[in-house]
């Protein structure tokens, strides 16, 4: 069975960089089926898609994140990380590490790519 | 990007059958998929590529997509479908994901 482990703190003071680590079990990184994805949801409000990344390290990002977002990975450790530079108090949210599935369907034209299985989100606050 | 709109609430009676619509421009050229998230929990695929059904998943859930529509059917609704509802889907690409804002259901 999969399992997504995400850790890091839980307070980060505005200004600071947000490094948050996915550890993945049950599976392998390093397949070609598969992004591997950060979400986050503000307290009381809507699921927003971070940025995702490919084991060979293409990553791709939500372009109201982009200028402050790195996605890296690790497969020799199976996990992949989040860093989230120049936080503010908007940036409060639980964080949420997913896989998720991707490919180019040939028959439709239409690509894939969706999130099958989620790590359980924390709540990271920046405050002071 | 592209925007994914959700109704913010749909009510329904135990029993009766919940319709839960998202509407985009990409949606005639993209899948949708939807998830369920219940309070305090990680969201729940219940739907992808427009209409199928994951494992696990009951049969009560079904999707459909027409247009730029794409709609959540929840038949026979239970208590315990009380729950926000999210649709996403992403560009041509995989470059690009989005969320709709979500659908709050709220079973009387």
């Known amino acids: 069975q999969l399992q997504l482990q995400k850790s890091g703190p839980g307070l980060v003071k505005p200004s600071e960089t947000l490094s948050l680590t996915c550890t993945v079990s049950?599976?392998?990184?390093?397949?070609?089926?598969?992004?591997w994805g950060w979400i986050r949801q503000p307290p009381g409000k809507g699921l927003e898609w971070i940025g995702h990344?490919?084991?060979?390290?293409?990553?791709y990002y939500n372009p109201s994140l982009k200028s402050r977002v790195t996605i890296s990975v690790d497969t020799s450790k199976n996990q992949f990380s989040l860093r989230l530079s120049s936080v503010t108090a908007a940036d409060t949210a639980v964080y949420y590490c997913?896989?998720?599935?991707?490919?180019?369907?040939?028959?439709?034209?239409?690509?894939?790519?969706?999130?099958?299985?989620w790590g359980q989100g924390s709540l990271v606050t920046v405050s002071s | 990007s592209y925007e994914m709109t959700q109704p913010p609430s749909v009510s329904v009676s135990p029993g009766q059958t919940a319709r839960i619509t998202c509407s985009a421009d990409?949606?005639?050229?993209?899948?949708a998929f939807w998830y369920q998230q219940k309070p305090g929990q990680a969201p729940v695929l219940v739907i992808y590529?427009?209409?199928e059904r994951p494992s696990g998943i009951p049969e009560r859930f079904s999707g459909s997509s027409s247009g730029t529509t794409a709609t959540l059917t929840i038949s026979g609704v239970q208590a315990e479908d009380e729950a926000d509802y999210y649709c996403q889907s992403a560009d041509s690409s995989g470059s690009y994901v989005a969320f709709g804002g979500g659908t709050r259901l709220t079973v009387l």
């Open positions: 590529k427009d209409t």
């Open positions: 997913a896989r998720m599935p991707g490919r180019y369907d040939v028959l439709t034209g239409y690509y894939v790519l969706y999130f099958d299985y």
């Open positions: 049950g599976g392998s990184i390093n397949n070609r089926n598969f992004y």
């Open positions: 990344i490919f084991y060979s390290g293409s990553s």
């Open positions: 990409a949606l005639p050229k993209q899948y």
